[in-house]
């Protein structure tokens, strides 16, 4: 099953023509395009019911994200043919940038039947496939989909002109209000919290933005803290994600490398997101890690 968001910004008509050709001459195809908010993960649902093979999503990593949530635990493998503006789950596992390119490295994979299986996070009821977040990553996220136009044309300068407005107005000098408690591990108290199943977080371009530099695909999970944020972490901060990453070193930073889950309760109601899809307020989160549970046509 092909399943297309006709809204994300590489999914022309003509490309999406051209990408259903190229499977139906090789595979018994069946295409299906996205009408609504978590409408990928009822069609790959569906998918799994009828017995089909796998599921290739042509979208962002949210339309990624939500055909996951169907085929975690089962048999279908997932491929992915980026089209949306960071395209983290592809770029981070090889995946051709250029869809008709992706096309036919996920053709290679289905006729070779070559996969890969992987862990996938949980939080709540939400399996994510790279990130989580609670805090400034999610408040970002929700800024960014508020305007959904200006994210079209500006990409990456939408996501970097909101991060740096929440960072400057809303948390900087902002108190903790989230207390993370990991097994064995004393409770911290954070401003932020970012849970990475793998890196990087997103990207900048070219550039990887590595909240968790030490996450791999095939480990455990990993999480970044801040407990404050001033006027001068800003700058570090963004040196550190992208340049450095010595900021998984700093006292006013917490991180914890390679663990089975963890859980987040905030005093009030606070932004969250999975793999860059804005989820909503919430006080508490319980994520966790589920070993080998997804195949990927990668």
């Given at each position: 099953?092909?399943?297309?968001?006709?809204?994300?910004?590489?999914?022309?008509?003509?490309?999406?023509?051209?990408?259903?050709?190229?499977?139906?001459?090789?595979?018994?195809?069946?295409?299906?395009?996205?009408?609504?908010?978590?409408?990928?993960?009822e069609l790959a649902?569906?998918?799994?019911?009828?017995?089909?093979?796998?599921?290739?999503?042509?979208?962002?990593?949210?339309?990624?994200?939500?055909?996951?949530?169907?085929?975690?635990?089962?048999e279908v493998a997932?491929?992915?043919?980026?089209?949306?503006?960071?395209?983290?789950?592809?770029?981070?596992?090889?995946?051709?940038?250029?869809?008709?390119?992706?096309?036919?490295?996920?053709?290679?994979?289905?006729?070779?039947?070559?996969?890969?299986?992987?862990?996938?996070?949980?939080?709540?009821?939400?399996?994510?496939?790279?990130?989580?977040?609670?805090?400034?990553?999610?408040?970002?996220?929700?800024?960014?989909?508020?305007?959904?136009?200006?994210?079209?044309?500006?990409?990456?300068?939408?996501?970097?002109?909101?991060?740096?407005?929440?960072?400057?107005?809303?948390?900087?000098?902002?108190?903790?209000?989230?207390?993370?408690?990991?097994?064995?591990?004393?409770?911290?108290?954070?401003?932020?919290?970012?849970?990475?199943?793998?890196?990087?977080?997103?990207?900048?371009?070219?550039?990887?933005?590595?909240?968790?530099?030490?996450?791999?695909?095939?480990?455990?999970?990993?999480?970044?803290?801040?407990?404050?944020?001033?006027?001068?972490?800003?700058?570090?901060?963004?040196?550190?994600?992208?340049?450095?990453?010595?900021?998984?070193?700093?006292?006013?930073?917490?991180?914890?490398?390679?663990?089975?889950?963890?859980?987040?309760?905030?005093?009030?109601?606070?932004?969250?997101?999975?793999?860059?899809?804005?989820?909503?307020?919430?006080?508490?989160?319980?994520?966790?890690?589920?070993?080998?549970?997804?195949?990927?046509?990668?």
């Open positions: 099953m092909l399943i297309v968001n006709p809204r994300s910004g590489s999914a022309s008509a003509r490309t999406t023509e051209v990408i259903a050709k190229a499977l139906a001459a090789d595979f018994k195809l069946e295409r299906a395009d996205t009408t609504a908010r978590l409408h990928a993960a649902a569906d998918a799994v019911d009828r017995g089909f093979d796998a599921v290739i999503a042509f979208g962002g990593d949210g339309t990624v994200n939500e055909a996951a949530q169907a085929l975690v635990g089962s997932l491929g992915i043919l980026p089209g949306g503006t960071a395209n983290v789950m592809a770029r981070s596992t090889g995946v051709p940038q250029d869809p008709i390119a992706a096309t036919a490295f996920v053709s290679a994979h289905l006729r070779s039947g070559t996969r890969r299986r992987i862990p996938v996070g949980q939080i709540e009821d939400r399996y994510f496939l790279f990130s989580a977040g609670m805090g400034l990553d999610a408040e970002v996220v929700r800024r960014t989909e508020e305007h959904p136009e200006g994210k079209r044309k500006w990409r990456e300068w939408s996501f970097l002109a909101k991060a740096l407005n929440a960072a400057f107005t809303q948390y900087r000098g902002a108190e903790p209000q989230i207390t993370l408690q990991v097994s064995g591990e004393e409770p911290q108290r954070l401003l932020l919290a970012i849970c990475c199943n793998a890196r990087p977080l997103t990207y900048f371009k070219r550039w990887p933005v590595d909240a968790c530099p030490l996450a791999r695909l095939d480990g455990g999970l990993d999480i970044f803290g801040m407990k404050k944020v001033r006027t001068l972490t800003i700058p570090r901060i963004a040196w550190g994600v992208l340049v450095s990453r010595n900021h998984i070193k700093w006292r006013s930073g917490h991180y914890l490398h390679d663990i089975e889950g963890a859980r987040l309760t905030a005093d009030q109601p606070m932004p969250v997101q999975v793999d860059g899809d804005y989820l909503g307020q919430w006080t508490d989160a319980e994520i966790t890690l589920l070993p080998r549970a997804l195949d990927l046509l990668v």
